[in-house]
Structure formats: structure tokens, C-alpha cells
């Protein structure tokens, strides 16, 4: 070949890609975790005021009702401005849990972050059928 001509030969390489490790683990390790820190939680909850989640509830279940779908931060300020509060707002992340585990209220999407300078990864909530009547 001679110095001004260029060649456009590619050279290819039989490589096989590296197999992605499972994130089954990962995942089952971190909804552990979370689990556990929830159940943490409800606890201390539960020591500094022990009605604390069952009022929160019937008040997000109320604003719920008024407002249709909400996020969990416009939620906990809610509680917060009727005078519901614990030591720390993720307290409220027990009275979500209960919510939804009791069938009352469901994950709707997610949102932006009011609190979190409008990162991904809020959640919203909206009423389960069942959380319609009292």
C-alpha cells in the first residue's frame, strides 16, 4: 500500500460478551433491607406516639379522597400541616406501606422530587378501589 492511499479494513474480534451478573440477589438483598428499615421505623414510630400511623392514614386516605392523586411528599406535608408529625418524615414510609398493604391506596408513577431539588424517584399514590368508601 502506498504512504496517501487509506485503508477502511476493519478488524473485527469474535469476543463473547461477559455474561451481566444477576441483580436477583441485589434486588432480594435491598427489599430486605428496606424491610427491615420500614419495620425500624414503625417502631420508633410507634414509641413516640402510638397513634401516630393510624392517624396518618385516615388523613392521607381523606386528602386522597379530596384530591385525587398525590405524591408521597405532597402527602407527608399534608400530615404535617394538620399537625400529624413524627420525629422524621420517613416515618410516613410505614404509613404508605400500611396503606398499600392493606390494599387501600396504590403506586400511581413517579414524580419529580419537591424535596429531593426535582430528582427522579418521588412517588405517587392514588386511592385503591377498596380505599373509596369508609
Known sequence: MSAGLHSNMQL????APQA???????????SRAGNAAIK???????????????VASQHTLRYLR??????????????????????????????????????LIRWAGECKRTKGHASRGGSLYRLAA?????
Request: include cysteine.
Open 66 to 103: 379530596q384530591h385525587g392523586t398525590s405524591s408521597g411528599e405532597l402527602l407527608t406535608d399534608a400530615c404535617k400541616l394538620a399537625g400529624i408529625r413524627s420525629t422524621d418524615d420517613r416515618h410516613f414510609g410505614v404509613v404508605f406501606r400500611a396503606l398499600i398493604r392493606d390494599g
Open 40 to 54: 425500624r421505623g414503625a417502631e420508633k414510630a410507634r414509641s413516640i406516639d402510638p397513634v401516630f400511623i393510624e
Open 130 to 134: 377498596s380505599g373509596r368508601t369508609e
Open 20 to 30: 451481566m451478573p444477576s441483580r436477583a440477589p441485589a434486588l432480594a438483598a435491598a
Open 12 to 15: 473485527s474480534l469474535d469476543l
